[in-house]
């Protein structure tokens, strides 16, 4: 297995973290992992979520600032 904490999640660009959460919930769901191994990962997957909902966040605000409103699809 290769190791899922390698990258810093703060480094990571939308696409980066995306392509490492796929590969984080595909070895979970392979079923191989230690249980150590399993809560690791979990908590890596926990860390890149975070890490893309920050991202997106940042760039609804950038939306928002350029256009002087949300658009309304991306209002809440």
Partial sequence: MTNLTDAASDDLSLEGSLAELEKV??????????????????????????????????????IEILTGELPEDLSR
């Fill in 25 to 62: 919930v595909r070895a979970l769901e392979e079923g191989e992992l230690t249980l150590e191994e399993s809560l690791k990962a979990f908590e890596r997957g926990v860390s890149l979520v975070r890490r893309c909902n920050s991202l997106l966040d940042g760039a609804e605000q950038r």
